[in-house]
């Protein structure tokens, strides 16, 4: 007797994480590279001393800090395990079987992934020549089988952002029966005023009657959490609802709870590492350009290489380096930005890469 299961998952690609290699520098999962901040550690700890107790379901302490940081009703936020399960729990809570999710591609590749494992339709939008994301041809690709778009801004793996009158004109485009979800893991590397908030916009886009627009944020990039899995779905509170019927129960844990609440309180300090990071960004992404790469301009801890059938010996050539960089062979490969010392390690091995 052999256990039947779904016939449908034998085509799903796994996901590939960032790998760790030891000995080797990580510049492959865009996580930042210096630990948490001692008041952070300190919340984890003390949190620890509860753990044989279930943690809030609701997360209503972490809820309601960040309804008062983004200044919007509690009714319009819900944490999940990470954004990617929000994600999940959104595609759960907008789409049966012929039902459409539309996405850019390249881009996060959680997508494609849950798409299919939650049971829906993929449609997938290429970028532009310029590796960004194509507003007219993502407007083009609804129909009415949509149910919701992902519009990652900056798109990981390109860096690239969308202008706030991108943002506006595919708002005003998408019928208010699709729900667009703005991703934003990567909102606060952004220093390009031409780049909305997407908390602002939504705000916006709500006042003005339109209810099919929400926005994702994580802790795990800018706030380096990435262990402890919680990130934040900012949406019209019929939205919420259901998002939180599809979750599972107590899906953000204690420790992770205690330590969002610690980074918020701890924000100015997380957000000035932030801009650190920003001013190595530009840096790298100057000198790279000197050396001849084609790097599209970035908003994100990353840069993109579209190396195309470059890219594995690239690949190869960093790891000989000692360095681990995310490599999509034939596309191109993504680099964090992390610390100075270490981005000259990456410099240098770009430096000797031999390029035809
Ligand atoms: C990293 C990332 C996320 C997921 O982050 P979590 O760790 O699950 O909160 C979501 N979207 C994009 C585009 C990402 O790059």
Known sequence: MTVRTRADLASIP???????????????????????????????????????????????????ALSARLDVPGSHVSVGCGSVTL??????????????????????EAYPIITQVVGAQQVRVPLTPGHALDVDAMV??????????????PNNPTGTALTAAELDRFIAAAPADALVVIDEA?????????????????????????????????FSKAYGLAGLRVGYLVAPPAVIEVVRKVFVPFGVNALAQAAALASLRAEDELLARCRDIVAERTRVRTEL????????????????????????????????????????????????????????????????????
Not at 91 to 104: L, N, R, Y
Request: with cysteine; glycine share 6%; net charge negative.
């Open 14 to 64: 796994g996901y590939v994480p960032g790998r760790s290699v030891p000995g080797a520098v990580k510049l492959a999962s865009n996580e930042v590279s210096l630990g948490p901040l001692p008041s952070v550690v300190a919340a984890i700890a003390e949190a620890a001393g509860q753990v044989n107790r279930y943690p809030d379901s609701g997360a209503a302490e972490l809820v309601a």
């Open 186 to 218: 990567y909102r606060e590397f952004v220093d390009d005023e031409s780049v909305p908030d997407g908390v602002e916009l939504a705000k916006a886009a709500w006042a003005a009657g339109r209810d099919n627009v929400a926005v994702l944020r994580t």
């Open 140 to 153: 083009a690709a609804i129909t009415p089988r949509t149910r919701l778009v992902f519009v990652c801004t």
């Open 289 to 356: 350009l000197a050396l001849g790469y084609d790097v599209p301009p970035t908003q994100a801890n990353f840069v993109w290489l579209p190396l195309a059938d470059r890219t594995q010996a690239f690949n190869e050539h960093c790891m000989e380096h000692k360095l681990v960089v995310r490599a999509f062979p034939g596309d191109g490969a993504r680099v964090t930005i992390s610390t100075p010392e270490e981005n000259d390690l990456f410099l240098e091995a770009a430096r000797t890469f031999p390029r035809n």
């Open 87 to 108: 994600c999940q729990q959104l595609i759960q809570a907008t789409c049966t079987a012929e039902d459409e999710v539309v996405f850019p591609w390249r881009s996060f």
